[in-house]
């Protein structure tokens, strides 16, 4: 593939049309994260809608630590900065938008259909394609940046795959039997998060909600869910207003989970 001169700002911004994301868009080799970049700007009072993408991340994160292999010429790294008046208990309903696009995305340039697992991974045939990383910072309890972060494997071949992601990740190459304009994809991304986002802005949660549900096999299945050193088992029923994941569990009682890595069983 290589890195390919189209992979630049001025024809990302091309025919992009967006109302909030892209009002900066900032491509770049290599970063440590696009997520750190992204948060620096903000600290320096950068506008919403910066987007910052690199081909490479030298310290790619997860949540809670863990690492994104990250490797050039071959994945999608990139953050955006956004700038809702949202209470802290509202952020996880950001990860939704994030997920919603990033799933469009993915469904438009993959030959078998994607699904979201939350809160923050999008599978193919069970193995991940895509993580979202949303981090937010704020005073008095009001949200006054977030930053998305999207990671996306679209032309990794099996043997670049590390040992330990070989069983378990997947790339848009390795469904698709063919590599992809990597472009044409962050592109369709952009485009999707901002009219996601817009709507969000405009009518709240209820629309990104319900098609988080419809890219989903999640409900009606019993997981598990570990949430720090505690594993809890439930029925798997809906997300809530705040995009938290309720469970039905074995008491007849139903809880809303903000976090967890969940495990059907
Ligand atoms: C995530 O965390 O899935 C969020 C990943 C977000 C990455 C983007 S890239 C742009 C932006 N800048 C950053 O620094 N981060 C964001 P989590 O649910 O914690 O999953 C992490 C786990 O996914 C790891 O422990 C691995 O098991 C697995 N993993 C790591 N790299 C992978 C990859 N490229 N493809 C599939 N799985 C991967």
Redesign the pocket.
Known sequence: MGYDYEFEAKNLKKNLNCIHVGTNIVVLPQVD????LAKEHAKNNAPEGLVIV?DS?T??????G?????PPET?I???ILLKPNLRPEQISLITLVAGVSAIATINEFSNLRANLKWP??ILINN???C???CEMAGKQNISHFVVI???I?VN?IPEQ?PD??KQ??TSLRMINGSPINRLAVIKSLLKNLDSEYHLFLAEGGHSVIKKWALNTNLFGQTVSIKDGSNVIYGKAMRLDELGRLVLLMDNGYEEAFVSGEITLK
Not at 33 to 36: G, L, R
Not at 59 to 64: M, P, Q
């Open positions: 994260s696009t997520n750190n690199a991340q310290n790619g994160r997860g949540r809670t863990r690492s994104w292999h990250s994945g790294y990139l953050s923050n991974d193995k991940k394609i993580g979202l990383l972060g999207i990671g494997n990794q795959l330990n992601l378990t990740a």
